[in-house]
């Protein structure tokens, strides 16, 4: 079954200070002053980033009064996972190879 991805997906996970911010949100929701304690960026620039991952699905906000929550929708990220599925399986089988071709080598 061929899955297509949209590529808002793969643009917002594509940066690492995005990739960051979704691991920190497994953890639970988090407003973006806690969220920029963990860098060297301001919250300008953390919210810039949150308005991404937002736009691509990846985070909703909660507002609690003054504040926004963010939690993580790491439900986009299955169908990463679902289109990258075939090419980890053709990984597996390359490295596998290798590790039976050094197994030989020091036999």
Same mark, same amino acid.
């Given at each position: 079954?061929?899955?297509?991805?949209?590529?808002?997906?793969?643009?917002?996970?594509?940066?690492?200070?995005?990739?960051?911010?979704?691991?920190?949100?497994?953890?639970?929701?988090?407003?973006?002053?806690?969220?920029? #304690? +963990? &860098?060297?960026?301001?919250?300008? =620039?953390?919210?810039?980033? $949150?308005?991404?991952?937002?736009? *691509?699905?990846?985070?909703?906000?909660?507002?609690?009064?003054?504040?926004?929550?963010?939690?993580?929708?790491?439900?986009?990220?299955?169908?990463?996972?679902?289109?990258?599925?075939?090419? #980890? +399986? &053709?990984?597996?089988?390359?490295? =596998?190879?290798?590790?039976? $071709?050094?197994?030989?080598?020091? *036999?």
């Amino acid at each position: 079954m061929m899955v297509l991805v949209t590529t808002d997906v793969f643009g917002a996970i594509a940066n690492p200070t995005r990739r960051q911010l979704l691991v920190l949100l497994r953890g639970g929701p988090m407003n973006v002053t806690a969220m920029a #304690e +963990q &860098f060297a960026l301001g919250r300008p =620039a953390i919210s810039e980033h $949150l308005k991404v991952l937002r736009d *691509a699905g990846l985070v909703r906000e909660e507002p609690r009064g003054r504040e926004r929550f963010y939690h993580l929708d790491a439900e986009p990220l299955r169908e990463v996972g679902e289109w990258l599925g075939p090419y #980890e +399986q &053709f990984w597996r089988a390359k490295l =596998a190879g290798l590790r039976d $071709l050094l197994d030989e080598e020091h *036999a």
